[in-house]
């Protein structure tokens, strides 16, 4: 029996290698947009990362016909509200400068003089699952968050794409979310973290017991 595909509904390459080594393990066939030829993307309209994450996942589950995954995430900041949250992509408004370090800069400035005792935030995450399964079509959502504190100064190196990274210290390593190599990232991941709550969906698609679409 010929292997089942999971689509990893996402434009962002790092996202998609993190996940190609988040499911090692699960007997599925990674695509992505590009190799399905989807170009299209829709409005992130929701209130919350879950709203969005099922956005993703309806719309390209519409478009690919086979079992589709995708997310929603960015940075809570305990003290700001857990500002910028839902808008951690597009915080500084559509007139202004959305680069990765212009956010990064954002979150050191409104930080300023805040005491280490306020500082915790995290990264989260929601994923959504979308599936055929006997004729009927399942969808599965779970998050998870990697928890840490807002760091007085930002790393060094900001990762395209990852801006985030550059500021949240981790508890216990004592080190930046972004100083983590690829492979001790993905072992803690808010992605690892949610993925690990959908397995038993997985290994089902795996198996065959959700079917793709023809």
Partial sequence: MAMRRLLIATANRAKLAEYRLILRGIDLELVSLAELGISESPEETGATFTENA????????????????????????DALGGEPGVRSHRWLGSGGDDSD???????????KGVEAGRRAARIRATIALIYEEGGAIREKTAEGAIEGAIAERAYREIRAGFPYRAVLVIPGRNC??????????????????????????????????GAQLS
């Avoid at 370090?101 to 050191?108: D, F, H, T």
């Avoid at 100083?179 to 065959?208: F, N, T, Y």
């Fill in 54 to 77: 099922l956005i993703k996942a309806r719309f390209y589950f519409q478009r690919a016909r086979i079992a589709t995954l995708a997310d929603d995430g960015g940075l809570e900041i």
């Fill in 101 to 111: 370090q212009a956010l990064v800069n954002e979150v050191i400035r409104r930080m």
């Fill in 176 to 209: 930046y979310l972004g100083e983590l190599g690829d492979e001790q990232e993905a072992q803690i991941s808010q992605r690892r973290i949610a993925v690990s709550k959908l397995r038993d969906e997985l290994e089902r698609i795996a198996a065959g017991r």
